[in-house]
């Protein structure tokens, strides 16, 4: 059995046309969850609670140290991420697993943050609230041959 390592998967923003690597990561994450809404059914009766999902979310945190360089065209920097953020900028996203296959979307950076500790570099935390669905290329394909939709791409930004 192979693992794919952390080292190996890259996050890019889309800056300008052009996919960027955020630059001096040390760690992603990628968190899915929905809402539940309480329903009432027989089992209720046996003092057990029943739900249903409704509205499902997603968000994604970054880790990483900031680099001296405040503009890149190689790299999209720490400050290129605050820029997003304090202009509310709708931010196009894409993970690749380094195996021909990643996700993709888009959504708005809610956070934030950098730290300076002796001793030590600089390093931020940032958070992406998705925005929509997000998508997987390798399961999108998949779904295409299939015919069940039409996948488009427009100036490099994917639209169903």
Known sequence: MEFI?????LFYILKEESWLPVGCLTADSFTESVEMLGTTTRDNNNGWKTSTPTNQSYSI???????????????????????????????FWKADDGLGSYDY????????????NVDEFVSFDCTITGFGEPLNEELARLLLEAGNFVLLETNGKIIL
């Open 105 to 116: 979307g888009q959504g708005y950076i809610t956070d934030i943050s950098k730290a300076s």
């Open 61 to 91: 945190s970054l880790n990483g140290l900031i680099n001296k360089t405040y503009i890149s065209d190689s790299i999209a920097t720490y400050y290129d991420l605050v820029v997003n953020k304090r202009y509310k900028q709708l931010v």
């Open 5 to 9: 390592k952390g080292e190996d998967q």
